[in-house]
Every structure is written in C-alpha cells, then in structure tokens.
C-alpha cells in the first residue's frame, strides 16, 4: 500500500514552490487563488522572500501547507491508501485525501497560525530536542517538573521533542543531561507547540474547525493525536481540534501505518525531514521523495 507524508513547520526554504508555479498551469492557478485568499502575495515570499521572512508564523504554515498541496495536486500517479501529516502537515494530508476542499485548507491553517502566534505571546514557552533518551524516561522527568512541561514530537527512537513554559522546559533539558541524554537541547521555536500553553489557540480553531464541512475522505489519515487509521469526517474533526495540546505520535503513527501495509512512503512538500525518520523508525521502510 502507497502512503503518502506531509511535513510541518520548520521544513520551508526560499524558493519553495517557484519551479512549480513555472512549470505548471495548475500550480499557478492554485497559488494565485492562495494569494487572494490570505490577502496578500505568499508567492512573492516562498519564491523571493529571505529566511527570516519565511519564518514568521503567518507566512511559514501556508507557504509549507501549499507546497505540499500544489506538488500533490501536480502528481502524475497520486492514489494514495493512506495519508499522516507531522503537526501542520495533517492539514496537508486531509487535502491530498479529500477529507477538505484546497480553500478550506488554506483558511484553517492561516487561522491556525494566526491563533498559534497570539497564544505564543501570553506566555514565554518553548521546546527543546531531546536525543538519545528511552520516552519513558523522558516522560517521567516531563512529570516531576514543577512547571508545565510535556513530550510533545514522538519523532523517532531516541528523539523527543519536549515542550512548555520556558524555565520548566530548561530544568527539564538539565535533568534529561544527568538522566544520559546526548544532547537536549532547546530549539529556536516561537512558543510551546503541542502543550497546554496551546489552550487559547485551541479554542479559537475549535470553533473554525466545527464550522467547517469535511468530507469523507478517499482513504484514512492516521492522526497525531490517535497514530491510527482514520475515516469517519466527525472523528477526524475532534481529533485535529485536540492536536494543538496534545503530542505528535510520529513513531507511533509511522510503526501503526507499517502494520496496516504500508509499502512505501512518499513525502510530499519541502525538505526530507520525515523521510529519514520514516528510516529511523524502520531501517527497512522504503521512502520516496516527490
């Protein structure tokens, strides 16, 4: 069975998308729609912008969403069995699938964004890289942390990523070192993804979400929040709303989607992240790039 993987924030280079937009009618008519959507010309960054333009939260979330998209749409042969997408790519994912339309995406993940950016801002928070430490481990630091500090990325063996208020997640980096990790080392994120510091942001997709139509998709999503097969458009729903508190069950999802099938994994969008988890997660997997 052929899965196809979307990746999330982090993965955009300058560039990204322009060989598409010059290559493809399709493309283009897709990303200009995009532009008229959002307001403003997300091409002129993608294509032109600097890396620093890139990364702000607004910008970085479409412009991954819509690379990943337009390739799918592009695709000569995508008949997916099953689709996963790391954190923003689900998005991605319930597109390629049908679960909802291309402009319904597009708006999720603006607000998403938007509503992730402003709960950034209440309180300082962050994450930070943990290598080479069992997840049990980890977890049970996370809970001796007075502080809210949680896992949050389950990325593959022996990479967690952990989230939270700012000092928790830095005690939590000192005692992951003394516990034997490799390295644990806080990332250069705006704010405390995948934790409950999300809780404001949640609400407000919560209420975009529901209002939302989403259709039966042509085949099941395996969900951050579950790392199972998904198909029922309801479920889908309450589990895309949850995702933004809760961790991104990558291992998990990827060893699940190997057991129902899978054959192969195509990762669809910017950057070979996912590929080589997929790889770490199962040195036999085979992976593909679009």
Same mark, same amino acid.
């Given at each position: 069975?052929?899965?196809?993987?979307?990746?999330?924030?982090?993965?955009?280079?300058?560039?990204?998308?322009?060989?598409?937009?010059?290559?493809?009618?399709?493309?283009?008519?897709?990303?200009?729609?995009?532009?008229?959507?959002?307001?403003?010309?997300?091409?002129?960054?993608?294509?032109?912008?600097?890396?620093?333009?890139?990364?702000?939260?607004?910008?970085?979330?479409?412009?991954?969403?819509?690379?990943?998209?337009?390739?799918?749409?592009?695709?000569?042969?995508?008949? %997916?069995?099953?689709? !996963?997408? &790391? /954190?923003?790519?689900?998005?991605? $994912?319930?597109?390629?699938?049908? *679960?909802?339309?291309?402009?319904?995406?597009?708006?999720?993940?603006?607000?998403?964004?938007?509503?992730?950016?402003?709960?950034?801002?209440?309180?300082?928070?962050?994450?930070?890289?943990?290598?080479?430490?069992?997840?049990?481990?980890?977890?049970?630091?996370?809970?001796?942390?007075?502080?809210?500090?949680?896992?949050?990325?389950?990325?593959?063996?022996?990479?967690?990523?952990?989230?939270?208020?700012?000092?928790?997640?830095?005690?939590?980096?000192?005692?992951?070192?003394?516990?034997?990790?490799?390295?644990?080392?806080?990332? %250069?994120?705006?704010? !405390?993804? &995948? /934790?409950?510091?999300?809780?404001? $942001?949640?609400?407000?997709?919560? *209420?975009?979400?529901?209002?939302?139509?989403?259709?039966?998709?042509?085949?099941?999503?395996?969900?951050?929040?579950?790392?199972?097969?998904?198909?029922?458009?309801?479920?889908?729903?309450?589990?895309?709303?949850?995702?933004?508190?809760?961790?991104?069950?990558?291992?998990?999802?990827?060893?699940?989607?190997?057991?129902?099938?899978?054959?192969?994994?195509?990762?669809?969008?910017?950057?070979?992240?996912?590929?080589?988890?997929?790889?770490?997660?199962?040195?036999?997997?085979?992976?593909?790039?679009?």
């Amino acid at each position: 069975m052929k899965a196809y993987i979307f990746p999330g924030q982090g993965a955009q280079f300058t560039g990204m998308g322009k060989d598409l937009y010059e290559n493809s009618e399709l493309a283009k008519s897709l990303f200009e729609r995009a532009n008229e959507i959002l307001g403003f010309r997300i091409t002129d960054i993608m294509f032109e912008g600097t890396a620093e333009e890139l990364k702000e939260t607004k910008v970085t979330q479409p412009a991954v969403f819509l690379h990943s998209v337009i390739l799918a749409k592009t695709l000569e042969d995508f008949h %997916p069995e099953m689709v !996963a997408g &790391h /954190s923003l790519g689900e998005f991605s $994912a319930l597109v390629a699938n049908g *679960a909802l339309s291309f402009e319904d995406g597009l708006k999720l993940v603006s607000q998403r964004a938007l509503a992730m950016q402003k709960a950034c801002e209440i309180t300082p928070s962050t994450m930070a890289a943990v290598l080479n430490l069992d997840d049990a481990i980890v977890e049970d630091i996370c809970a001796s942390i007075d502080g809210v500090v949680v896992a949050a990325n389950y990325n593959c063996p022996g990479q967690l990523v952990i989230s939270g208020e700012y000092k928790a997640v830095e005690l939590a980096c000192e005692k992951m070192k003394e516990a034997g990790a490799k390295r644990a080392l806080i990332l %250069p994120v705006g704010g !405390a993804f &995948h /934790s409950p510091m999300m809780e404001p $942001a949640r609400e407000e997709l919560a *209420a975009a979400i529901e209002a939302t139509t989403f259709a039966t998709p042509i085949c099941p999503v395996y969900q951050n929040v579950t790392a199972s097969a998904v198909s029922d458009a309801t479920e889908i729903k309450k589990n895309l709303i949850i995702q933004l508190t809760a961790p991104v069950k990558w291992t998990q999802s990827v060893q699940q989607m190997i057991a129902d099938g899978a054959t192969s994994f195509t990762e669809v969008g910017p950057g070979k992240v996912l590929a080589g988890l997929v790889n770490k997660i199962d040195r036999e997997a085979v992976t593909i790039n679009a």
